[in-house]
């Protein structure tokens, strides 16, 4: 089990471009989601999805898009990356909704020049 | 929307001392409360959970944490700190789909 993977570990972007951030879980887990972790800010949620074809917006969802085709991946796209949107995200999963534990990657850290 | 306090940014504790990290919650139901560690450079790592029942929840590495309705607190203890558990400690409540953090707790531990 690798549990949940994301790539890339680091990135970095000029203003305007576009990436997806990706993850992976290989535990048949049916909620994923995505943070964003800001010094002092702690984790925020972005986006999250309850089930394949199901995604809502979180917290800070601006600037962000998700899908989630099949219950193994759930990609975060950038669509005109922002000097404020340097941060590190964390992708996450829990094997059903409704507020159970969640098993989070590694994370990939963003610079946005 | 649901809010999670963690009043102290940053903790020093000697090696084999006890350790105290508070979490408030506002949240209108009985919560889902969880509390997180992350190492340098790590993802995060469950330390323990709260669904209902017993209010004094045991975790892994020797962490425990009592729900207090009254006070609206969820705080983690450990009675015996070493020096690998220096760390940023978090605190999050669950509201359906949706989880919050608190800030976190950064955690120095001195030999």
């Known amino acids: 089990n690798a549990g949940v993977t994301q790539t890339p570990k680091f990135q970095v972007l000029k203003t305007g471009q576009s990436m997806t951030l990706q993850c992976a879980q290989d535990?048949?887990?049916?909620?994923m989601s995505w943070y964003r972790q800001d010094p002092g800010m702690g984790l925020r949620l972005i986006h999250y999805?309850?089930?394949?074809?199901?995604?809502d917006q979180g917290e800070v969802p601006n600037g962000y898009n998700v899908s989630r085709s099949t219950t193994e991946d759930f990609p975060l796209r950038l669509l005109s990356a922002a000097p404020s949107q340097t941060s590190v995200y964390f992708c996450?999963?829990?094997?059903?909704?409704?507020?159970?534990?969640?098993?989070f990657g590694p994370g990939t850290r963003l610079t946005v020049t | 929307a649901q809010s999670v306090t963690q009043p102290d940014i940053h903790i020093t504790v000697s090696e084999g001392a006890s350790l105290e990290l508070r979490c408030n919650y506002s949240?209108?139901?009985?919560?889902?409360l969880f509390w997180y560690v992350q190492s340098p450079g790590q993802g995060l790592q469950l330390l323990l959970k709260y669904f209902s029942g017993d209010t004094l929840v045991q975790g892994i590495k020797g962490f425990e944490a009592e729900f207090k309705r009254s006070q609206s607190s969820f705080n983690l203890r450990k009675p015996s700190v070493h020096w690998s558990d220096a760390a940023e400690y978090f605190c999050?409540?669950?509201?359906?789909?949706?989880?919050?953090f608190g800030t976190g707790t950064s955690l120095t531990v001195i030999p």
């Open positions: 999805s309850v089930g394949a074809g199901i995604t």
């Open positions: 996450a999963s829990s094997p059903r909704r409704g507020s159970y534990e969640q098993y």
């Open positions: 535990m048949n887990h049916e909620y």
């Open positions: 999050a409540v669950g509201d359906g789909d949706q989880f919050y």
């Open positions: 949240y209108g139901a009985t919560p889902y």
